[in-house]
């Protein structure tokens, strides 16, 4: 099925559309923003083609895309040639999730969400993340619906919204207020005690997964890229990969490489996870609370079913 024309993001000036298979269109107010709700169904981005800069250094301030806490993993930076294509504004919700695969995965579902881990006293809702979902469940139920997950090329063009900076928000924890989802001080009083990690000067009003579009949007009117859950991204995990030459529409083989991609960092993480470079490695079956997806698709499907990559 295709998808739906919702017109132009007002800030973003960039072109969405609804996907019918997974849920209601969604609508704007009268501000031109979509209103959001549980029946919404995936709502996707069309990202213009063209080249950016991948990757993360340390070594160079005056460089491209320097980032103090950039590891070698996440190196060399280097320039990324992008066909068009569509992204989801949001992180895939328990909701959507649920009306493909008749079945909610999640831990933070229904039956196991406080009104206490949110400042405004909200309860559970379909608008929070599907998590708990390994990487071959992704790839299965998004092959159905002729969907796929993104490379970490799209995921990153995508999160960065054409900026070189270390979150597209800017350089330092500072800059993620308001932005992201972390392991924070409203958590830590609220329900985390235990976990081994807190940003102090981060409170971001949450203990566990936010409702998807809680936090501001990037420049292409992209959620969440930094915290909330993590998201599975196509590739399979190759540390080395960006010293290779892979040309336009980069993705990393499996073949030989038994972790597939994940990216932009989870509620129980601290910032330095949730910057826009890191590469997590994950088992392909791998189902953890704080590991969801960003649903993309190709500009032109193919009309022979979806593969993977060789």
């Known amino acids: 099925m295709g998808l739906v024309p919702i017109g132009m993001d007002p800030d973003s000036q960039l072109f969405e ?5 997974t849920g209601e269109p969604a609508v704007r107010g009268a501000d031109g923003k979509l209103v959001l ?17 991948m ?12 980032d103090p806490q950039a590891i070698s993993k996440e190196g060399p930076v280097h320039e990324v040639e992008l066909s068009p294509y569509f992204i989801s ?12 695969a008749a079945a909610n ?8 969400f406080f009104t206490s881990w949110n400042r405004e006293g909200h309860g559970w809702s379909a608008l929070h ?24 090329a799209q995921w990153e063009c995508g999160a960065r919204g054409g900026t070189a900076s270390v979150y597209w928000s800017g350089e330092d924890l500072a800059a993620l207020a308001g932005v992201a989802n972390l392991s924070d001080a409203y958590g830590k009083s609220h329900g985390n005690e235990s976990w081994s990690i807190w940003e102090k000067d981060h409170d971001d009003g949450n203990t566990a997964t936010a409702r998807v579009g809680s936090f501001r949007a990037n420049a292409f009117g992209l959620h969440d890229v ?37 990216r932009g960092g989870g509620f129980n993480d601290a910032a ?33 079913p979806l593969h993977p990559p060789k």
Request: with cysteine; proline share 7%.
């Open 89 to 100: 504004k949001y992180e895939m919700t328990q909701g959507q999730w649920s009306r493909i």
């Open 37 to 53: 709700s549980e029946e919404m169904g995936l709502v996707f981005v069309l990202i213009p083609g063209g080249k950016f800069w």
């Open 105 to 112: 995965p999640s831990l933070y579902g229904p039956g196991r």
């Open 226 to 262: 930094h915290g909330n859950v993590w998201e599975w991204c196509l590739d399979g995990y190759d540390s080395g990969f960006y010293g290779k030459k892979a040309g336009k529409d980069p993705v990393s083989p499996w073949l030989g490489f038994a972790s597939r991609s994940a």
């Open 272 to 304: 330095s996870d949730a910057r826009s470079a890191p590469r997590l490695g994950n088992q392909p079956a791998n189902q953890d609370y704080n590991l969801g997806l960003r649903p993309s698709r190709a500009l032109r499907l193919s009309s022979s």
């Open 129 to 152: 993340p599907v998590e708990q979902v390994s990487w071959t469940m992704c790839f299965e139920l998004l092959q159905r619906l002729q969907l796929s997950l993104p490379s970490e």
């Open 55 to 66: 990757g993360a250094q340390k070594a160079d301030p005056g460089g491209q895309n320097y």
């Open 17 to 21: 559309f609804a996907h019918l298979q």
